[in-house]
C-alpha cells in the first residue's frame, strides 16, 4: 500500500471538477464527481434528527448499492428548507443525470453552508452545467476545493495497493467539521475506487473504517444535518471481484481504513481556533464500545480542551472526563500519560518534577494515552484544543 | 410557602460554622452543619467513576438513612488519593464524632478543591474544633461561605410551610459547579429540615427533586469526582410525620423542589465567565427523558453556548442540538422560541425581521423553549453562555 497523488480522480475511470457558480461570496462553490462506468455505492449519513434534504434523498436511493455521479455545493446547507428543499434535491438530480446520462437515481447530492434558506437553484443549474463540460480526469484537487467552507486548507488522500496482482486505488476529498458558517458546517466526505466490490461488502468495509475514523472524530462534540459519507467503486482497475471473509477484502478495507483515518486527522488539524492536534486513545478496555466511550468524552471536554490550549498538564481533568463516560472504568486500574510520560498509575499521580509532566503539552501534537487496565479493546479519538479562537468565531458571526 | 432567611439554620435543632483552617490561600475553608437531634439522611452523589474518598464513605454510611452532621472543606477535593485518602475521611468523621458527641457513621464529610493531594489533616483537625466551638444557631451564612471556591457569591435557599397547621422550614447551601479549583471544582450542596419524614420517603423527594434541578443543570457538560447533595430532616418542627402518598408529602416534595430549583439557578448564573443565564424548556416531548435529554443537549452545545455569548438569535444550532439529542425528535413538528418570539415553526423558520429576532438574545437572561409537539411531558435545563473568560480561565489556570 503506497500513498499516491490524485484524490477521487486517482482510481481509473473517475473524472471530477469544482467550479464557482456564486453561492459562496467567494471562491468555487460546486463539484461534480463521475464515474464513467457503473459503480458500487455505500454511504454513511448523519444520526441527527434534522437532515437536510439531500441527505433524506441520498438514504433513500442508496438503498439500490449503485451510483454514477455526486453533485456537492458549499455555501448553502439546504438544510430546514421543508418541500422545497426536497423539491431542489430532486431537480438538482434529474438535470446533473440527463447531463450526465445517467439515471437520476445514481446521482448523488450533498450540500454544506447556511441553513434555513433555499438553494439559488438557478446558480446551481449554471453551475452544474459548467461543472459536467469541466470534468477531468486530473479533477480531483479542484473538486477539494470547492466543497469547503470554513476550512483553511482541501483534504485529500489517495492509496494505492494491489488485489491478485492488479494495482488498485481508493482516492477520496473532504470538508471539515468545525461548525460555522453560518450556523453549523458539516462533515462531507467523497471517496472513489476502481476495486470490483459489491456494495454489501462495500458498506461493510465503509462502515467499520469511518468507526474508527471520521466517526471517533470531534471539534466540539455537535454533529450537522449534512454530514455525509459517499463510497463509488467502478471495478475499472480490472481486478477480481472483492469478495467477505477473503485476504483481497482485508487489503482494501485495510486501505480504505486508512484514507478515512487520514482525513479524519486533517480534519481535526484544521479545527475552528485549533491550536493543538490531539489524539486520545483508550487502551486495554473491557470492550471497543468502551475504550471509543471514553476516548471521545475526554475528547469532548471543554475543561480538557481549555488546559490543552494553556499547555496545563492537568490530569484532573482527563481522569474526570475519563470516569463520567458512564462505561466500565475502574479508577484503581486507570493509568494516564501525556505523550510519553506517565502522570498516574493506578489512580494516584505519580511523583513528577512539573517541568516534565509539562514537556509535553508544550508541543503542536499532543497524544493523550488512557490504559484502562480492564481488557485489550482500544480506540482513538481525534480532536484539537479550544481556544479564544473557537469561542471568537463561533461568537462573532452574526445570522 | 414563603421564602425565609437562614439558609441551613433556619430550621429547628440545627446550627453551623465556618471557619478559616488555612486549607485556601484565604477565606474560610472549613464549614460544619449539625442536627441536636437524631435526623433522617438521604443523599444524591455523582456518578462519575472516579469518586472522592468522601464520596465513597457517604455513600457506605446513607444506606442507615441516619446522619447528625456534615464537615465540608474547601481547597481540597481529596480525590485520587487512594487508601490514604479513605483513611483521612474516617479520621475526620471519628474525630468530628467524639467531639459532637455522636456516632462516626453518622457525620458525612465533603470536599472540593485541588485534587490528588492528601487532605492536611493537622489543619483539618484544628478546623474541626474550631468549627465545633463556634457552632451556631445563626451559621448557616458562614457555612455557605467556607464552602466557596470560585463562586462569586455564597449560594443559600430556604423555606417555611406547614404540615398539618405545624410550620415547617427547609433551609439550604450550596457551592457551584464552576470547574476549576485547580483541577476540577465540584456541586456540594447541604439541605436541613425540621420535618418528621422517614429516610426512605426523604430519599425519594430528594431524588425527584434533584433530577428536574440541580440534576439538570450544566456550566460544561463534565462532572466532578466530589457532587454530592445531603439532606438531614429532625422533626424538631414537631409536625406529624409524612408519609408518602399523602397531601403532607406532596407538600414538602415541593417545597424541598423549590429550594433545589432555587440552588441550580443561582449556581447557573454564576458559571465560570458567565455573562447570561439560560434556562433550555423542552416542552410537548413524548417522554420527560426525551424532553431532558433535548434541553440538556442544547445547554451543553458550544456552538449555541458561544451564539448566546455573541447575542446571535442562531436557530440552527440549537434545532441541530436538539436534533442530535439521540432521542425522538421530528423536525417537522418542532417549533422553537427565544424569549417570547418564535423562530422556527413546524421545522423551518419563520419570516420575521432579523431585529426582532435579536431582542431577546440582548437580554441578560434568556428563555429557549423548543416545542417537540410529540407528547405532554418537558423539562428544563439550566445554564449559562461560553465566554472568552470561560475559556481564559480554564486555559490560564497552572497545575
Same sequence: chains 1, 2.
Avoid at 496545563?312 to 475519563?322: F, H, I, K, S
Wanted: aromatic share 6%.
Amino acid at each position: 500500500m503506497k500513498q499516491i497523488d490524485g484524490a477521487v480522480t486517482a482510481p481509473k475511470g473517475f473524472k471530477a471538477a469544482g467550479v464557482r457558480c456564486g453561492i459562496k461570496q467567494q471562491g468555487t462553490d460546486l463539484a461534480i464527481i463521475y464515474s464513467e462506468a457503473a459503480a458500487s455505492a455505500a454511504a454513511v449519513f448523519t444520526t441527527n434528527a434534522f437532515k437536510a434534504a439531500s441527505v433524506v434523498r441520498n438514504m433513500q436511493t442508496i438503498k439500490a448499492g449503485l451510483g454514477r455521479a455526486i453533485v456537492a455545493n458549499s455555501g448553502n446547507a439546504n438544510a430546514c428548507t421543508g418541500e422545497q428543499g426536497l423539491r431542489d434535491v430532486d431537480h438538482i438530480r434529474k438535470f446533473a443525470g440527463e447531463l450526465l446520462n445517467v439515471p437520476a437515481g445514481q446521482v448523488y447530492s450533498a450540500s454544506t453552508g447556511i441553513i434555513g434558506v433555499p438553494l439559488p437553484m438557478d446558480k446551481i443549474e449554471i453551475g452544474i452545467m459548467d461543472a459536467v463540460a469541466e470534468l477531468d480526469e486530473n479533477g480531483g484537487g479542484a473538486a477539494s476545493i470547492a466543497i469547503m467552507t470554513t476550512d483553511t486548507s482541501p483534504k485529500t488522500s489517495a492509496y494505492e495497493f494491489e488485489i491478485g496482482g492488479v494495482p488498485v486505488k481508493i482516492g477520496a476529498i473532504c470538508k471539515g467539521a468545525g461548525m460555522i458558517q453560518p450556523n453549523m458546517a458539516t462533515m462531507l466526505c467523497f471517496i472513489t475506487s476502481d476495486a470490483n466490490i459489491e456494495a454489501s461488502a462495500l458498506k461493510k468495509c465503509l462502515v467499520s473504517s469511518v468507526d474508527r475514523s471520521l466517526n471517533s472524530l470531534t471539534i466540539d462534540g455537535d454533529m450537522s444535518t449534512n454530514d455525509s459519507v459517499i463510497v463509488l467503486a467502478n471495478g475499472k482497475s480490472g481486478c477480481a471481484r472483492i469478495v467477505e471473509g477473503t485476504s483481497d477484502y482485508d487489503v482494501f478495507e485495510k486501505a480504505l481504513a486508512q484514507v478515512c483515518m487520514e482525513l479524519a486527522q486533517q480534519i481535526a488539524r484544521d479545527g475552528e481556533g485549533a491550536t493543538k492536534y490531539v489524539e486520545v486513545h483508550a487502551v486495554n478496555a473491557g470492550t471497543y464500545a468502551d475504550a471509543k466511550a471514553v476516548a471521545m468524552k475526554i475528547a469532548n471536554s471543554p475543561l480538557v480542551k481549555t488546559a490543552i490550549f494553556g499547555e496545563d498538564p492537568n490530569w484532573g481533568r482527563v481522569l474526570c472526563a475519563a470516569g463520567g463516560a458512564g462505561v466500565n472504568v475502574d479508577p484503581s486500574k486507570t493509568s494516564l500519560w501525556f505523550g510519553d510520560v506517565k502522570i498516574v498509575e493506578n489512580g494516584e499521580p505519580v511523583s513528577l518534577d512539573s517541568e516534565d509532566a509539562r514537556k509535553p503539552m508544550l508541543e503542536k501534537e499532543l497524544r493523550i494515552t488512557v490504559d484502562l487496565g480492564l481488557g485489550t479493546q482500544s480506540a482513538t479519538a481525534f480532536t484539537c484544543d479550544f481556544s479564544y479562537d473557537y469561542v471568537k468565531i463561533n461568537a462573532e458571526y452574526h445570522t
